[in-house]
């Protein structure tokens, strides 16, 4: 093979291998406790099981026993081998202490994780603030009802919910100052909207935070 051919082949080849490790795998399975989460290994690969979409939200799936309508509910995540779905109501309960004053509703369901790492799993779902239902009943709580962002922090090994873009910019400051500069440019895009939290932004920061180097 001459040079030039072998040039083509390394390029190609490293592409290819650059873009398949981009995410984290987690096997086909079910993954029962955080710990099991945490070590990507699940705890049952024999069970088999049926995920059936929400009709109300895209990336909600309630997860059934292969042929049956039981529920499964306990575990903290499953993986269908190509993606990986969390329990909602199983995350919260790791979540920072100044986290958890964002309410959920009840549903015990899984949320689909839109990006697998290399740095953080990242998903979003609607949460509102726990302050504004206790101070203006459920009225208040369901307008203050929003989509936002959650990462698991691959090395870190901790949750982190970004509650709105102040709490984001705090992320950001702390872990990653040289994103700040977007951010800056959002606010003066947004203007008097900045203290709600930009998803299209955090989307964006989170994929260049799981492709940079």
Partial sequence: MNLQKTILVFAVFGISFQFLTAQIVYPKGIYTFYEDFARRQPSDTTTAFDLKPSANQYNVVRVYKAGT?????RNFAVSDGKHLYVRIK?????FPSDDRGQM???GNYCIKAEQLGPNYIYFEDY???????ILGGAIAGSASRR???VVF????FQFNLFKNA???KSFITAHHPEKLPQITAQEQQDGRVKSIENIELIRTIITELNTEN
């Fill in 69 to 73: 309508t039981k529920r499964l509910k």
């Fill in 90 to 94: 199983k995350v919260r309960q790791k």
């Fill in 104 to 106: 959920k509703d009840d």
């Fill in 127 to 133: 949460f509102a603030s726990g302050a504004s239902i």
């Fill in 147 to 149: 989509l936002k962002g």
């Fill in 153 to 156: 922090d691959l090395k870190r």
């Fill in 166 to 168: 102040k709490d984001f």
